[in-house]
């Protein structure tokens, strides 16, 4: 089955960040295994976080695509505006709960929502080295 939400090739990112982001929280959770030993709490607070840092990507996604369907620019605006609070009040929700429930570790819950701007330079870099290495092998395969 082929992961659709946007309907564009923004998809195509989105699964490529939740990959991403999944083999974040593997790396994370066994950095942890030595301090922590395996804990519940660092599980649930990774899951947690991830789980907004998921919310705050899709919705961010689907208000930048659907954002220009609104007829006028100050429209737009609005909608894109409105987005911003609703994926903000949900991170502001998710840290709060990770901050005050005792079953997250919040430091955990906080890190994937670091998530996007890291994968997504690391992913940069990535493409670019990639980018570089295919031409120089065609300049010097010729």
Do not use: Q
């Not at 998710?94 to 430091?107: E, K, R, T, W």
């Not at 996007?116 to 980018?131: E, I, N, Q, R, S």
Request: aromatic share 14%; charged share 20%.
């Amino acid at each position: 089955m082929k992961f659709r939400f946007t309907g564009t090739e923004t998809d195509r990112e989105l699964l490529r960040i939740f990959k991403a982001a999944a083999v974040g929280d593997l790396l994370i959770f066994l950095l942890t295994l030595p301090i922590y030993g395996f804990s519940s709490r660092v599980v649930l607070g990774l899951l947690l976080g991830t789980a907004a840092m998921s919310a705050n990507i899709l919705l961010l996604a689907y208000s930048v695509v659907h954002s220009v369907d609104r007829g006028s620019e100050k429209r737009g605006k609005r909608y894109l505006f409105s987005f911003y609070l609703l994926r903000f009040s949900i991170m502001g929700a998710a840290l709060a709960a990770g901050f005050i429930f005792p079953c997250f570790d919040s430091v955990c819950t906080f890190i994937p929502l670091l998530f996007p701007k890291t994968l997504y330079t690391l992913m940069g870099v990535k493409d670019h080295l990639a980018f570089k290495k295919s031409e120089w092998d065609k300049k010097h395969n010729k």
